[in-house]
């Protein structure tokens, strides 16, 4: 059955500094990514999503970007991290076509 | 942008069914309706799809109008357990992405 892991679970930073959330998949070959942040009492938003190695697409500007080294392997990073990157991400994936997304347990970053 | 309108919250009696209402009047004829909900922390859980049939699984019953502008989300015996926050999203568009919108904040009351 495939699975799907997230880390670290939480992670506290301060303002300016480096950012990366690491995702990936077990279980299953070629899936698409995506990359979703939730603010606090609001829903979901996406921020990227991939259908290969090497291919991002984003959503919105901002400032976050996305990496996908490896099929099963899905990474968020920051250079410099602001007080309103702060938020719960989640990682999911699905399969080709209209298929459903399933989703990761989430990453809760506060920057502080 | 969410192309779906929820009431943001509802509440419900232990045992009974939860009938959850979705607006998606602009929905096209390729797109799909699906459902998620999301327990407190946690990511989303798939609930069910549908295109505009009924649809029923082990969790839910999913009720399609025929016009497909709107759909309702049945949880024929709502338990403590399901008290969570229900999405409604309609998958189209560029990608097939989902889009979610802000939900509906479901109370199972004891």
């Known amino acids: 059955s495939q699975t799907i892991h997230q880390w670290p679970a939480t992670l506290v930073q301060p303002v300016g500094s480096p950012l990366s959330l690491e995702c990936t998949v077990e279980?299953?070959?070629?899936?698409?990514l995506y990359w979703y942040r939730q603010a606090a009492g609001r829903g979901l938003q996406l921020l990227f999503y991939?259908?290969?190695?090497?291919?991002i697409s984003s959503e919105v500007p901002q400032n976050l970007s996305a990496s996908r080294p490896q099929d099963r392997q899905f990474i968020l990073s920051s250079k410099k991290l602001l007080l309103s990157d702060s938020g719960f991400y989640l990682c999911?994936?699905?399969?080709?076509?209209?298929?459903?997304?399933?989703f990761g347990p989430g990453t809760r970053l506060t920057v502080t | 942008d969410a192309k779906t309108t929820q009431p943001p919250s509802m509440d419900c009696a232990e045992g009974r069914a939860a009938n959850l209402p979705c607006n998606h009047s602009?929905?096209?004829?390729?797109?799909?309706v699906y459902w998620y909900r999301q327990i407190h922390s946690q990511g989303p859980q798939y609930i069910i799809h549908?295109?505009?049939n009924n649809e029923t699984n082990e969790m839910a019953s999913l009720i399609i109008t025929e016009d497909r502008k709107s759909s309702t989300l049945i949880l024929p015996h709502a338990t403590l357990r399901d008290t969570a926050v229900y999405y409604c999203?309609?998958?189209?568009?560029?990608?097939?992405?989902?889009?979610f919108g802000t939900g509906t904040s479901l109370t199972v009351i004891p």
């Open positions: 602009t929905i096209s004829g390729n797109e799909y």
């Open positions: 549908g295109l505009k």
């Open positions: 999911a994936w699905s399969g080709v076509g209209l298929s459903e997304q399933y």
């Open positions: 991939s259908v290969g190695i090497g291919q």
């Open positions: 279980g299953t070959s070629n899936p698409n």
């Open positions: 999203i309609v998958r189209g568009g560029p990608g097939n992405q989902f889009y």
